[in-house]
């Protein structure tokens, strides 16, 4: 396993963005699928984004598409989550999450898939 940290979470008007990193410990990470889930209180973790261990594929829930765009430096065992165009209903703790992978080009996008997980940081969108 990983061991994960997120960080760039914090408060935003709507239309704004922020940028979430996370980042990785251990030699590991370059054959890490990596995920980005939120959550609000009393619903369940929700999938953001996946992005493969080469960074060639990616994957969007549809309430973020053409929002939301992740991806990762491996060279710095980070991935990014920049989120633009911003609306209050993204507001919600964002956890990074990843895990070994079959192929360089397969990705994840149920919670039960991952197991590293960081410790969230908090996105709010005001209006």
């Known amino acids: 396993q990983v061991q994960l940290v997120e960080s760039g979470g914090g408060l935003v008007q709507a239309g704004g963005s922020l940028r979430l990193s996370c980042a990785a410990s251990?030699?590991?990470?370059?054959?890490?699928?990596m995920g980005w889930f939120r959550q609000t209180p009393g619903k369940e973790r929700e999938f953001v984004a996946a992005i493969s261990w080469s960074g060639g594929r990616t994957y969007y829930t549809d309430s973020v598409k053409g929002r939301f765009t992740i991806s990762r430096d491996n060279t710095k065992n980070t991935v990014y989550l920049q989120m633009s165009a911003l609306k209050p209903e993204d507001t919600a703790v964002y956890y990074c999450a990843g895990r070994p992978s079959v192929s360089s080009n397969t990705y994840y996008y149920t919670a039960r898939q991952y197991d590293s997980w960081g410790q969230g940081t908090q996105v709010t969108v005001s209006t």
């Open positions: 251990g030699r590991a990470f370059s054959s890490y699928a």
